[in-house]
């Protein structure tokens, strides 16, 4: 399968690297023409000069531009799109609705709008999914096959995929933000900085991972680490004290609201 990126930026680039993971062939198109040809270069794929040809030639075709860049780009493709029903168009541009996208198209069309995050990068991203009326289940099972390097994927309807967004889209950022702080807390204690941000970093993915293996709740989960009077609930005291919980609920709040405006 051909799978084309329109914009090798960061995801982008990150999903495009997933995808030739998966033994797909890679089709790359962005106005950077160095950032095209290191990435095609390194991933074994074909350059394009122009977002058309590249659109004709793809069996699935990514949008990685920014929000504000979407409509410019649809319309460079809307002639090479039409009357294709062997292709899918796949935007990952926050904010940016199927409607929005068919809309601005001018005829039905087969789109996915996805939601991952940086951790695609390394096989372990969250890849939040819907469709349009038009995507058949072939053309699915196509996204997904091409994705199965990449990650974790949840369909879900359209209308929750900006709350969804909020966690696993901008969560990375607050999560790395936890452990720099948590490593920074172990140098304060005396470890050195590579000590401190491994053992850190380990945490957070096995706590993670057993979270996702338990039928235990977090808090569960973390009361079950705490014995009374014990290192472990003093820490815990601390971050209530503080209103840990509120504050973090508070950034996906923010980033939530940001992503509805970025649509509008």
């Given at each position: 399968?051909?799978?084309?990126?329109?914009?090798?930026?960061?995801?982008?680039?990150?999903?495009?690297?997933?995808?030739?993971?998966?033994?797909?062939?890679?089709?790359?198109?962005?106005?950077?023409?160095?950032?095209?040809?290191?990435?095609?270069?390194e991933?074994?794929?074909?350059?394009?000069?122009?977002?058309?040809?590249?659109?004709?030639?793809?069996?699935?075709?990514?949008?990685?531009?920014?929000?504000?860049?979407?409509?410019?780009?649809?319309?460079?493709?809307?002639?090479?799109?039409?009357?294709?029903?062997?292709?899918?168009l796949?935007?990952?541009?926050?904010?940016?609705t199927?409607?929005?996208?068919?809309?601005?198209?001018?005829?039905?069309?087969?789109?996915?709008?996805?939601?991952?995050?940086?951790?695609?990068?390394?096989?372990?991203g969250?890849?939040?999914?819907?469709k349009?009326?038009?995507?058949?289940?072939?053309?699915?099972?196509?996204?997904?096959?091409?994705?199965?390097?990449?990650?974790?994927?949840?369909?879900?309807?359209?209308?929750?995929?900006?709350a969804?967004?909020?966690?696993?889209?901008?969560?990375?950022?607050?999560?790395?933000?936890?452990?720099?702080?948590?490593?920074?807390?172990?140098?304060?204690?005396?470890?050195?900085?590579?000590?401190?941000?491994?053992?850190?970093?380990?945490?957070?993915?096995?706590?993670?991972?057993?979270?996702?293996?338990?039928?235990?709740?977090?808090?569960?989960?973390?009361?079950?680490?705490?014995?009374?009077?014990?290192?472990?609930?003093?820490?815990?005291?601390?971050?209530?004290g503080?209103?840990?919980?509120?504050?973090?609920?508070?950034?996906?709040?923010?980033?939530?609201?940001?992503?509805?405006?970025?649509?509008?």
């Amino acid at each position: 399968m051909k799978i084309g990126f329109i914009g090798c930026g960061n995801m982008g680039g990150a999903l495009a690297r997933a995808t030739a993971g998966a033994g797909h062939d890679v089709l790359i198109f962005d106005k950077n023409s160095a950032l095209a040809e290191a990435t095609a270069g390194e991933l074994g794929g074909a350059v394009y000069s122009d977002s058309r040809a590249l659109a004709a030639d793809a069996d699935v075709i990514f949008l990685g531009v920014k929000p504000n860049i979407v409509p410019e780009v649809l319309d460079e493709l809307c002639e090479a799109l039409r009357g294709r029903k062997d292709c899918l168009l796949v935007s990952m541009a926050a904010g940016v609705t199927l409607a929005s996208i068919e809309s601005r198209l001018g005829f039905p069309f087969p789109i996915i709008r996805i939601m991952p995050n940086t951790p695609v990068a390394v096989g372990e991203g969250m890849i939040l999914w819907c469709k349009s009326d038009s995507v058949t289940d072939e053309l699915a099972k196509g996204f997904t096959d091409a994705m199965s390097k990449a990650g974790r994927l949840s369909r879900l309807d359209e209308a929750k995929i900006d709350a969804g967004t909020a966690v696993s889209g901008c969560g990375p950022a607050f999560v790395y933000m936890f452990i720099d702080a948590l490593a920074s807390g172990g140098e304060t204690c005396g470890l050195t900085r590579e000590e401190a941000l491994a053992y850190a970093c380990q945490t957070v993915i096995g706590a993670a991972e057993m979270t996702l293996a338990s039928d235990r709740t977090p808090t569960e989960l973390r009361d079950a680490v705490c014995s009374p009077g014990g290192s472990t609930i003093e820490g815990v005291k601390t971050l209530l004290g503080k209103d840990f919980a509120t504050i973090v609920e508070s950034a996906v709040e923010a980033s939530y609201k940001r992503t509805q405006e970025l649509g509008k």
